[in-house]
């Protein structure tokens, strides 16, 4: 009798290009990038509303360079220049626009996955929870970046092209360093914070309203009772600590209108404090949903 014989069906190995484990969160980056930039209302028109923002605030420091601003005032009362305090007014404006995309976008990433039966997918290929998690919190750090970063750091280079001398380029250098870091700042809050809404409800629609709930009304909450009963209680509002970082990291004060005295550290670290905790809660239900079906034997 002659031996047995395994003859060739057909198959053929896998000869393409193996990415290492630790890259495999580009591929969730990448395709989150590409689902946000698909339609308009997401977040092309955000984009756009933060260029303009841009344009008008350099147009008006160009013109008004010298004009003094009637509502903001440095610590000790003196009057600020238009360009010099042209920034700090503009930052809460760029803070309304990362709220919006963080509503349309970030608040709805993870419950949408779920929805959608999404996690089977992803954990069927090998993809680990941290994976998911890094990927996710990367894009929308570089969705939120082009307005909340680019927009306040483009500003800070116009102030110091507005400069006449090598002298008046040194003192206004510390602007750009405080546009990079409040541009960061309120990129961690808005990329991290509403993602922590998207892994308490297993529903796109009721995540969103959930962070327009938390932000617009328990904010709003927060803030007047940081107004009227201790200032610290104003942190919790996302919008009012990042404004009262933005005043005391330029050492500006608004004239006219009540103004916490929110502490800086207070302010970062509710910030902090609200980021931590919305990570935490992505990953118990990244973890939750890798141990459940497919993603359980993986």
Not at 64 to 74: C, F, P, V, Y
Not at 100 to 106: H, P
Not at 165 to 177: D, K, M, R, W, Y
Not at 198 to 223: H, K, P
């Amino acid at each position: 009798m002659s031996a047995g014989q395994i003859h060739d069906l057909g198959y053929k190995r896998y000869v393409g290009t193996r990415r290492s484990l630790g890259s495999r969160w580009t591929v969730i980056m990448r395709h989150q990038l590409a689902t946000a930039w698909k339609t308009w209302w997401r977040y092309k028109i955000w984009l756009i509303a933060a260029l303009m923002i841009t344009a008008i605030g350099a147009g008006l420091m160009y013109i008004a360079t010298d004009k003094t601003i009637q509502i903001i005032a440095g610590m000790s009362g003196t009057q600020v220049k238009f360009a010099d305090g042209a920034l700090a007014l503009l930052v809460p404006w760029y803070c309304r626009i990362g709220a919006l995309v963080a509503m349309f976008v970030g608040s709805t990433l993870v419950a949408g996955d779920v929805q959608s039966g999404a996690f089977t997918f992803y954990f069927a290929r090998s993809m680990r929870p941290r994976d998911y998690v890094i990927g996710k919190v990367a894009a929308l750090v570089i969705l939120l970046s082009l307005i909340l970063l680019a927009g306040p750091l483009l500003l800070g280079i116009l102030r110091l092209g507005l400069c006449e001398s090598t002298e008046q380029v040194l003192e206004a250098l510390p602007i750009v360093l405080k546009a990079l870091a409040v541009g960061a700042l309120a990129t961690l809050t808005y990329a991290v914070v509403p993602l922590g809404f998207s892994a308490m409800i297993a529903n796109r629609r009721y995540a969103m309203a959930l962070w327009a709930a938390y932000y617009f009304v328990v904010g709003t909450m927060a803030a007047a009772a940081g107004l009227f009963i201790e200032p610290v209680i104003g942190a919790i509002d996302l919008s009012t600590a990042l404004e009262a970082v933005t005043l005391r990291l330029f050492e500006f004060r608004l004239i006219g209108r009540h103004v916490m005295e929110i502490p800086i550290g207070a302010a970062v670290a509710s910030i902090v404090a609200q980021s931590a905790i919305a990570i935490g809660l992505v990953a118990w239900r990244v973890r939750g949903a890798q141990h459940s079906g497919i993603g359980g034997s993986s």
